[in-house]
């Protein structure tokens, strides 16, 4: 339903989304946050700990960022995942003990694991849980996937759609960002690799990612998830140095990023 304030709507529909996941996995106990919209390139979103202070100096706040760009070629669960990660580096900020700078630690990856979201080097079973650069995914029926169908059984939606979105989805690496410190910026991302949706996610999904209508391929180091293009075919060794020359795969085309 539109409305004549799209500020106060949009900005409305994350806060409650936000307020939603705070009492269902995290207690209630998380403080709130300012949640803001950024267009940064290739990114979904990001925290930054103590980003904003307020005029008089006596308060600061905490940032979650979500990019709007791909609001319209994405599924609906991918934005509320985008917003559960960024809670969950809020989390640690105050009740935890952030790793260095972008490092995810054990005390990080067991916090995603309890409340549903698998960490994973690859974005997918058998990757390492931290890391410098690190994915997630859906725990089939873990608490993320348990309450967002009862978040979306409610109506629950976003309403306003960039009409200008990137051209072809697919060919763009999408990334959470962690800026852990307002005093520590960079345009360091992690990188959020394409996995197959669980079964859960049938009945969730807004807007398929439109399929690579080119003759080139999509290829991933199995080892650190860095992507390139090229023709079918193509062997691939990763010149990385800590992947050894590991061998790129092919990726699927159409497969939601994660």
């Given at each position: ?15 409650a989304?936000f ?18 919209f ?48 960024e809670?969950?580096h ?15 630690n ?11 979201l ?17 994915a ?49 910026h ?7 690799p ?12 807004v ?20 992507q ?17 020359e ?13």
């Amino acid at each position: 339903m539109k409305t004549d304030n799209p500020t106060f709507q949009s900005y409305s529909e994350l806060q409650a989304a936000f307020d939603f996941y705070n009492q269902r996995l995290f207690d209630g106990a998380l403080p709130r946050c300012l949640i803001t919209f950024q267009r940064k390139k290739s990114t979904y979103g990001y925290f930054s700990s103590r980003r904003f202070v307020s005029r008089d100096g006596l308060s600061t706040t905490d940032e979650i960022a979500v990019n709007p760009a791909y609001f319209g070629i994405v599924p609906l669960i991918e934005i509320l995942q985008t917003m559960v990660h960024e809670m969950v580096h809020l989390w640690q900020a105050h009740f935890g003990k952030p790793g260095r700078r972008r490092y995810h630690n054990e005390e990080w990856a067991k916090k995603m694991e309890r409340i549903g979201l698998a960490p994973s080097s690859t974005g997918r079973p058998g990757g390492r849980r931290t890391g410098e650069r690190m994915a997630d995914y859906p725990m089939e029926r873990g608490p993320f996937l348990e309450v967002t169908k009862e978040l979306l059984s409610t109506g629950f939606q976003v309403s306003w759609l960039d009409r200008y979105p990137p051209l072809n989805p697919a060919a763009v690496p999408m990334f959470h960002q962690l800026q852990e410190s307002s005093h520590e910026h960079s345009d360091d991302a992690e990188i959020l690799p394409e996995v197959s949706l669980p079964d859960a996610y049938i009945g969730m999904l807004v807007a398929p990612v439109k399929p690579n209508g080119s003759n080139r391929v999509k290829y991933r180091c199995s080892h650190c998830t860095s992507q390139v293009w090229g023709r079918p075919g193509l062997r691939i060794l990763c010149g990385a140095a800590d992947c050894e020359e590991a061998l790129f795969e092919t990726v699927e085309q159409g497969a939601t990023a994660i």
